[in-house]
């Protein structure tokens, strides 16, 4: 695994705007950096990453059969007790899903280790399954990268198939697709889902979440009064489970992307579990909730809130005293504790391995890139290849 | 291989991206009947003719068409197919199904029957709003791959509406004179149709976003991760 310059390419910035890619700089900054790349051998893919992807993914299925029906554990996930009928419903049924991204820290050699399952809404799918892609077909034609080369990314042919198979159950019927106002990035993204979606031959329409409504007997309707039966939201579970519609989910004929089920899995307190249902799981850090008196065994260790995006409230302890600790909202609903395991250096960056899945399989990875150990939304993204 | 094996950069374009547009339009022929056809429920008569004019100027995207049979009642349709009673029986209520689910909605029933006539309206059996009755049942087989499928249909005894005489879909298609027991369905006409209803209030989602983004200023990344 290595870090190869690479001089960018001159009309990027065209093409981005020719094809809709409008988050390329955030606040001012560089987000899409492709002044370098990472280079990957396909025994690191294959062996390290893509295979361990599917185990980690089977481990955290293991850990929501185990969570749902049991209160103790619901009530440990912070999950409102309205909803434990609905979830378990939603698991009992195998609602299905459409993907998931699980973040690595890996550094070439060695078990990737699991820092946490982003399950419920995943972003950077667009610049992986499509950007990303678009970058090594020009290098390889303009011969900066070798012809041979490839990529381990067939997210968006996956994503694409994915469609295809949920349409099977949903003949005829609209996808609504969903994320808040005033948000260039999670727009992007749902926009590039849509893509997928209608070359699966499905007929989508937008909706913001805050312009959803409800009917008089319950049900979801969007801006023109339509039932909404098939919605993709690109807004977390936990928020909508303590907000005004809330009390609706599960109770309508509203069928979720990601689904309900889902909220077990992009909860921080699926770690602590999967040490207790794993021990010593090579690909998994020792975790515990907060308060656990295993917890004084780690000399070093991260203390993440059960929720939180973006790296919010997270705090580094090193010989048991805060070194690091990142700011924000999140924190109220408790917190859990992580052994620390810091991210591979490459250069002054601290690397993140984001590694999809759709439909249980995996289908690619994406890069970011920090100059802080704590990966957050400032973070740039870089492209991979695979050498053969 | 392991990335994607090809993509079609054509429809992944935004920009001048005017066959990837066509093909939202015409993926979207049906929800912008429904934007056009719903307008009406906020009783302004005038933009009926606006969901006919629209439906009209759709009409390209589909060019597959069949002659179908419109049927006032179960006995009409048993007439006209002998033999066929329990199919024009499950006919019918799949179509009064449909109706519910489709049809235009009025939040009062002087709105309903300024458009479709004195006592040819009823409430809603859940919502309790109002609908126009159903005049008859169109079935269709060709169109839906040789599966038969079946669409409310509602006509007009309102001298003031522009679909007064006619046959007209849920969508607010007009198909001509009721007189006639046949119409030309065009294959988009057997989709499944979005349900129609009346929204009671919104905004209930979306305040844990304004509350958290307070909190970190303006953003644009949002609320993915």
């Known amino acids: 695994m290595l870090r190869m310059p690479i001089p960018e390419r001159s009309h990027w910035r065209q093409q981005a705007s020719e094809y809709g890619f409008n988050f390329h700089t955030m606040y001012g900054e560089p987000y899409w950096d492709e002044s370098a790349y990472y280079q990957f051998t396909l025994k690191q893919i294959e062996e390290d990453i893509e295979d361990p992807t599917e185990e980690i993914h089977q481990m955290c299925l293991a850990v929501v059969d185990r969570v749902v029906g049991n209160d103790e554990l619901l009530r440990?996930?912070?999950?409102?007790?309205?909803?434990?009928?609905?979830?378990?419903?939603?698991?009992?049924?195998k609602d299905p899903s459409l993907y998931s991204r699980i973040d690595l820290a890996y550094d070439g050699q060695g078990p990737a280790k699991l820092y946490e399952n982003n399950a419920d809404t995943p972003t950077s799918?667009?610049?992986?399954?499509?950007?990303?892609?678009?970058?090594?077909?020009?290098?390889?034609?303009?011969?900066?990268i070798s012809r041979n080369a490839d990529q381990f990314n067939s997210l968006q042919d996956k994503l694409v198939e994915r469609f295809h198979f949920l349409a099977q159950t949903h003949f005829n019927e609209t996808l609504h697709f969903a994320c808040c106002k005033d948000t260039e990035e999670d727009f992007g993204t749902v926009e590039y889902l849509k893509d997928c979606a209608v070359q699966a031959g499905i007929t989508c329409k937008f909706v913001y979440i805050e312009d959803i409504g409800r009917t008089q007997s319950g049900e979801f309707t969007d801006k023109d009064d339509v039932i909404v039966t098939w919605i993709f939201k690109l807004y977390p579970w936990e928020f909508m489970m303590h907000e005004e519609f809330g009390p609706l989910i599960g109770k309508n004929e509203t069928c979720w992307l990601e689904p309900l089920w889902k909220s077990i899995l992009s909860n921080k307190a699926l770690l602590p579990l999967l040490w207790e249902l794993f021990p010593n799981h090579?690909?998994?850090?020792?975790?515990?909730?907060?308060?656990?008196?295993?917890?004084?065994?780690?000399?070093?260790?991260?203390?993440?809130?059960?929720?939180?995006?973006?790296?919010?409230?997270?705090?580094?302890?090193?010989?048991?005293?805060?070194?690091?600790?990142?700011?924000?909202?999140?924190?109220?609903?408790?917190?859990?504790?992580?052994?620390?395991?810091?991210?591979?250096?490459?250069?002054?960056?601290?690397?993140?391995?984001?590694?999809?899945?759709?439909?249980d399989k995996p289908a690619g990875i994406s890069m970011r890139e920090d100059k802080s150990l704590v990966t957050q939304d400032m973070s740039r993204y870089l492209p991979h290849i695979i050498q053969y | 291989m392991k990335r994607s094996k090809s993509i079609n950069l054509e429809t992944m374009r935004k920009s001048d991206?005017?066959?990837?547009?066509?093909?939202?339009?015409?993926?979207?022929?049906?929800?912008?009947?429904?934007?056009?056809?719903?307008?009406?429920?906020?009783?302004?008569r005038s933009s009926l003719s606006v969901a006919v004019v629209a439906t009209f100027s759709m009409a390209g995207c589909s060019s597959d068409s069949e002659e179908a049979?419109?049927?006032?009642?179960?006995?009409?349709?048993?007439?006209?197919?002998?033999?066929?009673?329990?199919?024009?029986?499950?006919?019918?209520?799949?179509?009064?199904?449909e109706a519910e689910r489709t049809a235009p909605k009025y939040n009062s029933q002087?709105?309903?029957?300024?458009?479709?006539?004195?006592?040819?309206?009823?409430?809603?059996?859940?919502?309790?709003?109002?609908?126009?009755?159903?005049?008859?049942?169109?079935?269709?087989?060709?169109?839906?791959?040789?599966?038969?499928?079946?669409?409310?249909?509602?006509?007009?005894?309102s001298r003031h509406s522009p679909y007064y005489g006619n046959w007209v879909g849920a969508g607010g298609r007009?198909?001509?004179?009721?007189?006639?027991?046949?119409?030309?369905?065009?294959?988009?006409?057997?989709?499944?149709?979005?349900?129609?209803?009346?929204?009671?209030?919104?905004?209930?989602?979306?305040?844990?976003?304004?509350?958290?983004?307070?909190?970190?200023g303006s953003r644009s990344s949002g609320w993915g991760g």
């Open chain 2, 69 to 97: 049979a419109v049927y006032r009642s179960v006995e009409d349709c048993k007439d006209s197919n002998p033999g066929q009673a329990e199919a024009c029986q499950i006919a019918y209520e799949n179509a009064e199904k």
């Open chain 1, 282 to 359: 090579p690909n998994l850090l020792p975790a515990y909730f907060e308060g656990d008196a295993r917890v004084n065994d780690l000399k070093d260790y991260v203390k993440k809130p059960i929720f939180s995006r973006e790296g919010a409230n997270i705090s580094v302890f090193r010989n048991g005293k805060c070194t690091r600790e990142v700011p924000g909202p999140y924190g109220k609903e408790g917190y859990i504790i992580q052994a620390y395991h810091p991210l591979p250096q490459f250069g002054d960056n601290y690397t993140l391995i984001g590694s999809w899945l759709v439909n």
């Open chain 1, 76 to 93: 440990k996930f912070q999950i409102p007790p309205s909803y434990w009928q609905s979830i378990s419903d939603s698991w009992g049924r």
């Open chain 1, 125 to 144: 799918v667009y610049e992986t399954g499509f950007w990303q892609w678009l970058w090594l077909a020009d290098n390889a034609r303009s011969g900066h």
């Open chain 2, 110 to 157: 002087r709105d309903c029957e300024d458009e479709f006539g004195y006592d040819r309206c009823r409430r809603h059996s859940s919502s309790g709003v109002f609908m126009p009755m159903m005049a008859g049942y169109m079935i269709g087989s060709m169109l839906n791959g040789g599966r038969y499928s079946y669409n409310p249909m509602f006509t007009s005894y």
């Open chain 2, 174 to 216: 007009d198909y001509g004179s009721r007189y006639n027991s046949s119409v030309r369905a065009r294959s988009g006409d057997f989709q499944k149709k979005p349900t129609v209803t009346k929204t009671m209030s919104r905004g209930g989602f979306g305040s844990r976003a304004a509350a958290a983004s307070s909190w970190s």
């Open chain 2, 17 to 44: 991206a005017l066959c990837d547009t066509n093909l939202d339009t015409c993926r979207n022929v049906e929800n912008h009947d429904k934007v056009e056809s719903h307008k009406k429920v906020s009783a302004t």
